[in-house]
């Protein structure tokens, strides 16, 4: 059983985490949601179209401008308190790296701490232990935060990847994280290439065989742009072929653009592997 | 008998075809330049090449490379289990589908951090040996050419490639020799050392150099020399 915040979420239960960035430079919203009343529409409007968590990032993950811990504090803090209070059971993950963010954020009321740069900061697993918080641990083979992959070469990137999100699963818990809240995430593009991220989302099944719940990042990523020939804009078809896979060979956690075609699509699929009822079968059964 | 002619390639995996895929025919152009410049080591009786590589080590003609790691477990050569590194692994790629593949070869890998005194020694001993010798210089300008580099734009890249470029065009081994190490770090320059080891290695020769590709398509910076 996972457990973020009030919701539990059981083996066959896919949960759907809503994007809201609240930078103004990320590669597909392009700070759509910076402002704080658009993030909060962007949140009631996850919500209302099935989002189980909403995802709160306070910096780019790729390369740009510096932001600070004070800057990533303004963006975020206040905010993850508001949404607490606005909406009391839905599960607010917050994607940072640095243990300074993550206490605050937990003490704001934050419920999983989502660590995209696996680890980059020594302290992150205590800071998640102390405030009881989940933890997502994630691959990022060796790179810094905020860096692009140049030539990422492994032997077998799901062996890699299965070494690395364990190993920091295992310290995690080691530190004091919940055993019932971590999760790993391949982390697809992270250090690695389109051939890399396919092979993942190809094997994935791998990776849900280590019995830790898994998180996967897909959504409008640049290896479905590359393997499609398709702008950031026009990837959302690819994103739920990618995402729909990943569900059948066994990821529990979306991280999502588009919710409503996730969720959609999770509850389908759901039915297919037999953990939910059709919603209605009339059809030649009359 | 010293170095009879030394080619210089750049080793993006994105050379190879089927680590491409649809991308390949962007690289159309560097392939067939640096497949013309490696043709021309055919008149060498022994085939050695030098690229970046982790440890001191020397490969012999059995080496295996292999794709495998950047995606493309379809594409090896060499009998032997596949442990060149990239840099050498391009350079036996390119070297397989020419007339020079029929030759005796040698890989030699050179740390990237190897001081610039040393790997001009090793050029120097290369040229000293009793062999008519083709080099195979393996080697990338700098990944910071452009704001979609790989690793991010640095201000000095390009002027540091134009150098480069300029200085094998013109076979100007002073200028290899003189490149700094530091500075090429931090704009990750993979050829550095093995430039180096081509300039001790081009001093008792009277071979000329022409580049025939200089370009930073991806933001990396590419070229293609050929000393004869």
């Known amino acids: ?286 | 008998m010293p170095v009879v002619a030394a080619t210089v390639c750049p080793h993006p995996p994105l050379l190879v075809p089927e680590v491409a895929s649809g991308a390949a025919p962007e690289l159309d152009d560097l392939r067939a330049a640096c497949l013309a410049a490696v043709e021309s080591l055919a008149t060498a009786d022994h085939i050695l090449l030098i690229g970046a590589g982790t440890d001191p080590r020397t490969f012999d003609a059995s080496a295996g490379g292999s794709f495998g790691a950047y995606g493309a477990p379809s594409v090896r050569f060499g009998s032997g289990p596949p442990v060149l590194p990239l840099s050498l692994a391009i350079g036996g790629w390119l070297l397989e589908q020419t007339k020079a593949a029929q030759l005796p070869r040698t890989y030699r890998a050179v740390p990237a951090d190897t001081v610039p005194e040393m790997c001009v020694q090793l050029g120097r001993e290369i040229a000293d040996g009793n062999d008519r010798v083709g080099l195979l210089v393996m080697g990338d300008g700098s990944a910071r050419r452009s704001e979609h580099s790989p690793v991010h734009l640095h201000p000095r890249a390009e002027i540091f490639d134009a150098t480069v470029a300029n200085a094998l065009h013109h076979r100007d081994l002073d200028v290899l020799k003189a490149l700094d190490p530091d500075l090429v770090a931090e704009l990750q320059a993979a050829g550095r050392a093995p430039w180096q080891v081509l300039a001790g290695a081009l001093e008792g020769t009277s071979l000329s150099g022409d580049l025939t590709y200089e370009a930073a398509p991806y933001g990396v910076g590419y070229f293609v020399a050929s000393f004869t």
């Open chain 1, 1 to 286: 059983m996972l457990r973020l915040g009030s919701r539990s979420f059981g083996p066959g239960e896919f949960a759907v985490m809503a994007i809201v960035n609240r930078t103004p430079d990320s590669f597909f919203d392009r700070g759509a949601t910076y402002a704080t009343d658009a993030a909060f529409a962007a949140i009631d409007k996850a919500v209302a179209e099935g989002a189980d968590l909403v995802d709160i990032g306070g910096v780019k993950a790729g390369y740009g401008e510096p932001v600070s811990e004070t800057e990533e504090l303004r963006r975020t803090v206040d905010f993850v308190a508001a949404i607490r209070a606005r909406h009391p059971d839905l599960v607010i993950s917050v994607d940072t790296y640095r243990s300074g963010v993550a206490r605050q954020v937990a003490q704001a009321g934050a419920d999983l701490i989502n660590d995209t740069w696996a680890g980059a900061d020594p302290d992150l697993v205590n800071a998640a232990a102390e405030s009881g918080t989940g933890l997502v641990c994630s691959h990022v083979g060796g790179l810094s935060p905020r860096t692009d992959p140049h030539r990422m070469a492994y032997d077998d990137v799901v062996a890699d990847v299965i070494r690395t999100t364990t190993a920091l699963a295992d310290r995690a818990l080691a530190a004091g994280v919940r055993p019932d809240g971590i999760l790993i995430d391949p982390t697809h593009d992270f250090g690695k290439n389109t051939l890399q991220s396919l092979e993942l989302t190809r094997r994935l099944d791998e990776l849900a065989a280590t019995g830790w719940p898994v998180l996967v990042a897909v959504s409008n990523k640049d290896f479905i742009g590359e393997t499609l020939d398709l702008p950031p804009g026009q990837r959302g078809n690819g994103t739920l072929a990618a995402l729909s896979v990943s569900a059948w060979l066994g990821a529990r956690v979306f991280r999502v653009h588009d919710v409503p075609a996730a969720r959609q699509a999770l509850d389908f699929i759901a039915v297919l592997r037999g953990t939910a009822q059709p919603a209605g079968t009339r059809r030649s059964l009359a």
